[in-house]
Antibody
Framework: QVQLVQSGAEVKKPGASVIISCKTS????????MHWVRQAPGLGLEWMGM????????TYSENFQGRLTISRDTSTSTASMELSSLGFEDTAVYYC?????????????WGQGTLVTVSS | DIQMTQSPSSLSASVGDRVTITCQAS??????FNWYHQKPGKAPHLLIN???NLEPGVPPRFSGSGSGTYFSLTISSLQPEDVGTYYC?????????FGGGTKVALK
């Protein structure tokens, strides 16, 4: 079955960077877009960006341009995101999600979420 | 960016009640539209795709309708397991955007 398992919670200081990984199994990794979505405490969902693992091409929300890097490792079927220059407003749960083969933006499978806390 | 506006932001209803949530897009998105359900402390899961197609395993008490700029999600008979927050999402273009959510609680 499709599984997306994310790395564990992180606590970071303002200005630092954070890397979150999303290890996948149960499907052919290179055939599905991988998305990143975050959710600040008590708030809604914010799409951050996505990657086409086959061509290693990432697309980012303008809200994160220059701070966000999405990558993949096809040898381990893992997608990762790195967010730099963290501010307090980046405290959130970060989710990876898999698109569908037919419609890449049907986010049909999600990781369990990774809490990132930015604190001085 | 396309704005997605959900209403109400929260509601409480009794078991067996009919519940309707609406979502309005800031421009015509056809049926490039999904609904998600998120239970407290859990990741969202896809409930309805393409405005009206139920995902496998979703009970038939859920239904979605709409196209263009106006969409709705109806639960014909609310069950205890339906509590949580519902989000709409468009995918006509990037960036994908979500509505602000509708929190459903039991009365």
């Amino acid at each position: 079955q499709v599984q997306l398992v994310q790395s564990g919670a992180e606590v970071k200081k303002p200005g630092a960077s954070v890397i979150i990984s999303c290890k996948t199994s149960g499907f052919t990794f290179v055939d599905y877009y991988m998305h990143w979505v975050r959710q600040a405490p008590g708030l809604g969902l914010e799409w951050m960006g996505m990657i086409n693992p086959k061509y290693n091409h990432a697309t980012y929300s303008e809200n994160f341009q220059g701070r966000l890097t999405i990558s993949r490792d096809t040898s381990t079927s893992t997608a990762s995101m790195e967010l730099s220059s963290l501010g307090f407003e980046d405290t959130a749960v970060y989710y990876c999600a898999r698109g569908r083969a037919t419609v890449t933006a049907h986010l049909g499978n999600w990781g369990q979420g990774t809490l990132v806390t930015v604190s001085s | 960016d396309i704005q997605m506006t959900q209403s109400p932001s929260s509601l409480s209803a009794s078991v067996g009640d009919r519940v309707t949530i609406t979502c309005q897009a800031s421009r015509d998105i056809g049926t490039s539209f999904n609904w998600y359900h998120q239970k407290p402390g859990k990741a969202p899961h896809l409930l309805i795709n393409d405005a009206s197609n139920l995902e496998p395993g979703v009970p038939p008490r859920f239904s979605g309708s709409g196209s263009g700029t106006y969409f709705s999600l109806t639960i014909s008979s609310l069950q205890p397991e339906d509590v949580g927050t519902y989000y709409c999402q468009h995918y006509i273009s990037l960036p994908l955007t979500f509505g602000g959510g509708t929190k459903v609680a039991l009365k």
